[in-house]
């Protein structure tokens, strides 16, 4: 392993690009124009690592691997960074002493003042004995550097004047650049759900209501067995997220950085409603439908088992009666916590010791937390684009204009706007889990 810092830059430049080729290589786009990854395309990792799943686990392999260098070059810089501030310390400590007295010479050598050594001059006390019968000089090699730190100090003969804030020179208070941002709900579920672009003002689609295969053995001369196959036209209308700011002229002017500030501000909020949205949106206008929300979703109330056990009855639910593949469960932070908080009989931790981050994992599934629904309930789902999809008839825009008398006030309003909608093509590869916190 690379032991500099530079040596781990290179090592994880290097390792990045090597991983980078292999997204590139496996990234492909579908009949329908979905991107996707099919890790079967997979060349760049020599003979000996082909097809999905050896390319897939060599993936998590060099995945780890950056994880582990990027660390170690956080520590590496984290050291460098001590170093450096070591360093301005000691340029300090020996820096000359300020006003004020008080203060030792650290490993330094005294400078005397020209009080001092005028005091100890033996030829001046003679010359005084005898009567200060006519002028005398004297002379010393002292260099200008030095007389200039002995007067910083502001010593003079049989007084210190003590300078301090409130009767000498007050220091200059600069305010730290940034700020310090509030506290507000991150983005906790979009992530994970996948988003397309739609030109339509509703999203119609075909849903096959009916499937009845009738396929049975029949004896010769017999009548052949009927299916039934059913399709209804569904569809889930675009709606809008909008937001906006009043901002003055001065506050737009005077500080460059405020523009991008409400402009990202803006950008931040609508998507935070629409990850809301996206869970419990209730469907009714404006409202989006959330996943929780829709028609045809499983249910499983956790009852007397414990939460892990009513998480892993709705993934059995999900294959069985919805026909898809969990992938995900999204559960409150405090309903995770509760989980990664179980422990034996004998006070052992079942999610991993608490000196370790422990997997934020459920039955090998990842968990996503999301509080933006209250405590005690979860979902299990198939989050792939064959089941569950966004669609954004317009991104975020932002604009900037004036309101009514604005104008005339020096003022003027940004405001940001998108237009999107969510759809589960199946309700069935989804179970709401309840009764978490029973």
Known sequence: MPDTISEVREQLAAKQDALGKVFTEALVTSDSGQ????????????????????????????????????????????????AKNQADREKAFRR????????????????????????????????IKAGCPSGIEFSYDVLPTDMLAKGMRADTLQAKALMETSAGYAPESVRLPGFVEAATRPLQLIDIIPFSQTGQQSIPYMEETTRTHAAAERSEGGTYAESTFVFTEKSQPVRKITDSLPVTDEQLEDVPMMQGYVN??????????????????????????????????????????????????????????????????????????????????????????????????LWGLPVAQNDARAAGNGLTGSFQPAWISGFERKGVDIQLGYVGTQFTE????????????????RPAAFCDVTGLDA
Not at 37 to 64: H, P, R, W
């Open 96 to 127: 000359p002493p300020m006003p004020g007295g008080g203060q030792k010479d650290h490993g330094q050598s005294r400078v005397k003042s020209l009080g001092e050594m005028l005091a100890e001059e033996k030829a001046l006390e003679d010359w």
């Open 264 to 361: 990202g501000r803006l950008t931040f909020g609508i998507r935070q409603r629409l990850d809301t949205q996206c869970y419990v949106g209730n469907g009714t206008a404006p409202n989006m439908r959330g996943i929780v929300n829709f028609s045809g979703l499983q249910t499983h109330a956790k009852g007397a088992d414990p939460v892990p056990d009513a998480f892993y009855k709705a993934m059995t639910k999900i294959r069985v009666t919805g026909r898809a593949i969990p992938t995900h469960h999204v559960m409150h932070p405090e309903d995770w916590q509760d989980v990664r908080l179980m422990r034996t009989a004998d006070g052992v931790y079942i999610w991993g010791s608490p000196s370790e981050a422990g997997p934020e994992r």
């Open 410 to 425: 020096g003022k003027r309003t940004v405001r940001g706007d998108m237009r999107v909608t969510l759809l589960l093509f």
């Open 35 to 82: 991107k996707q990854y099919d890790f079967n395309k997979v060349t760049c990792l020599g003979n000996d690592v082909k097809g999905s799943i050896a390319v897939a686990e060599k993936v998590k392999q060099m995945d780890d691997e950056l994880n582990e260098l990027a660390a170690k070059a956080e520590t590496l810089e984290a050291a460098e960074l001590a």
